[in-house]
């Protein structure tokens, strides 16, 4: 790319960005938000500082509201994205220097399968071999490995995907033993009540016959007793001599 397009592209993206910037201070400033002299992107090993700084040039400032950091955070990310690094994260905090608005970006996932990665693979291979590969070569060489990267990644996560959904299936076997040795332990313990009351009520039943039969048998005894007419022994005093 002519070092023309950059510079048009680059006058574009920042004329962009200002504007997009105005449109939503416009439309959502308020009397009390902080004044914002300037962006400070904290965090970037892959871009230039300079078009970083160029790029979030705010001019004579603006006021700041949350919608205005997100649009900024997200400005921060379609930047690393125009240069070729789309997977990193970013986001805005508005603290320690007055009138500065800090961008914070992580770039560890391009780092660990991303453009970054293939670039130090390239250039590591190119330096340590002289291989002395052209620019358009290193660019090619970098794509296919972001490419392959990318596989990878897939590939590890459907692994993961499989693992962990066999490791489901084998906690969910396991879970359904215990219920299945639970069920069980608990219907012998029914069992084992059932048989235990059931004894208990029949001991219980046995007294109470053996109890009602001795009361029985007591009963008739008196009522026999009671019937069985007194022989009265010689010399002793009958009831109508002791009313007498």
């Given amino acids: 790319m002519s070092l023309f397009k950059m510079h048009s592209i680059k006058s574009f993206t920042s ?15 308020l009397a009390n938000e902080p004044f914002i002299k300037k962006i400070r992107v904290k965090g970037n090993t892959l871009i230039d500082p300079q078009l970083l700084k160029d790029h979030f040039e705010l001019g004579n400032g603006l006021k700041m509201n949350p919608h205005i950091m997100d649009l900024a955070a997200r400005e921060l990310r379609s930047f690393y994205r125009f240069h070729g690094h789309p997977d990193v994260d970013s ?5 320690g220097k007055k009138g500065v608005l800090t961008l914070k970006v992580n770039e560890q996932r ?5 453009a970054a990665k293939a670039e130090i693979a390239v250039y590591n291979l190119d330096w340590n071999f002289n291989m002395k590969t052209t620019k358009k070569q290193k660019e090619e060489a970098i794509r296919k490995l972001v490419k392959g990267y990318k596989k990878v990644k897939l590939n ?3 692994v993961a995907s499989y693992l962990i959904k066999k490791q489901r299936a084998r906690i969910e076997e396991i879970q ?13 313990a029914v069992k084992e009540y059932k048989g235990r009351n059931l004894a208990l009520e029949k001991e219980r039943t046995q007294k109470l016959a053996v109890m009602k039969k001795r009361a029985q048998a007591a009963a008739s ?18 009831p109508f001599e002791r009313s007498a």
Avoid: C, D, H
């Fill in 156 to 158: 590890q996560e459907i």
């Fill in 91 to 95: 986001y805005a905090i508005q603290k």
């Fill in 110 to 114: 391009e780092y660990e399968n991303g």
């Fill in 15 to 29: 004329i962009f960005f200002a504007s997009y910037l105005l449109l939503g201070f416009s439309q959502l400033s």
């Fill in 176 to 188: 359904s033993e215990e219920k299945k040795a639970m069920r069980k332990n608990i219907a012998w």
């Fill in 221 to 238: 005894k008196k009522e026999m007793e009671e019937k069985e007419p007194k022989v009265i022994e010689f010399g002793e005093i009958t």
